[in-house]
Nanobody, 125 residues
Framework: QVQLVESGGGLVQAGGSLRLSCVAS?????????LGWFRQAPGKDREFAAAITWTGSNTYYTDSVKGRFTISRDNAKNTVYLQMNDMTPEDTAVYYC?????????????????WGQGTQVTVSS
């Protein structure tokens, strides 16, 4: 079992930055789960944003965030981060942290067993 709690969302102007954090807890060791960030804009399906492998040695991004977003993890703090730079109104969404024990670096929401409650990110133009 893994519980995930996101924080760091808010309102930012276009071109600005935010850093999301997701703290994990539970019986499953943090180092044994791979993690991802997904987002869901109003009226749209949930979409993949970024993923990081168990060790953090590999990261994956959807094309629209490459070069602007960075996913990282601190296994000592049971935390995964999403640094978002040069943000645009198209980044406005609820951002969800997700964890999986079985897949590493996956972009498919269905392959993640555990989800946080989400944090709202709004980018104004």
């Amino acid at each position: 079992q893994v519980q995930l709690v996101e924080s760091g969302g808010g309102l930012v102007q276009a071109g600005g930055s935010l850093r999301l954090s997701c703290v994990a807890s539970g019986r499953t060791p943090f180092s044994s789960v791979a993690l991802g960030w997904f987002r869901q804009a109003p009226g749209k399906d949930r979409e993949f944003a970024a993923a990081i492998t168990w060790t953090g040695s590999n990261t994956y991004y959807t094309d629209s965030v490459k070069g602007r977003f960075t996913i990282s993890r601190d296994n000592a703090k049971n935390t995964v981060y999403l640094q978002m730079n040069d943000m645009t109104p198209e980044d406005t969404a609820v951002y969800y942290c997700a964890a999986t024990q079985f897949y590493s670096g996956s972009a498919y929401a269905g392959q993640y067993e555990y989800w946080g409650q989400g944090t709202q990110v709004t980018v104004s133009s």
